[in-house]
């Protein structure tokens, strides 16, 4: 099993960044496939972008891009979530999250592990 803890979360103001993270523990996370979601008060988990472990590949969603960007760092099993320009819609809880490697999705049940999540507020 992976363990996953997340940080970096906070109060940010619009226009801002944040670079969350993702600790894993427990096991080698190379057949694994990394991903962040983020949920706000009464709507569905959304997903925001991922990256294969093993290649270092990454996805990210449509409504992102220009805007996110996903890294990791192999040495300290880490995976990070970097967020520009900030709005007050990004304000949401971010999990982290881990699935198997040969599965690209981006679908919430396709991944088996997840953190507790980060709070990320954006003020106006």
């Known amino acids: 099993q992976v363990q996953l803890v997340e940080s970096g979360g906070g109060l940010v103001q619009a226009g801002g960044s944040l670079r969350l993270s993702c600790s894993a523990s427990?096991?080698?996370?190379?057949?694994?496939?990394m991903g962040w979601f983020r949920q706000a008060p009464g709507k569905e988990r959304e997903f925001v972008a991922r990256?294969?472990?093993?290649?270092?590949?990454?996805y990210i969603a449509d409504s992102m891009k220009g805007r996110v960007s996903i890294s990791r760092n192999n040495a300290e099993n880490t995976v990070y979530l970097q967020m520009n320009s900030l709005e007050p819609e990004d304000t949401a809880i971010y999990y982290c999250?881990?699935?198997?490697?040969?599965?690209?999705?981006?679908?919430?049940?396709?991944?088996?592990?997840w953190g507790r999540g980060t709070q990320v507020t954006v003020s106006s």
């Open positions: 990256i294969r472990w093993s290649t270092g590949d990454t």
């Open positions: 427990g096991r080698s996370l190379d057949n694994y496939r």
């Open positions: 999250a881990a699935g198997r490697s040969d599965v690209a999705s981006t679908r919430s049940y396709a991944y088996t592990n």
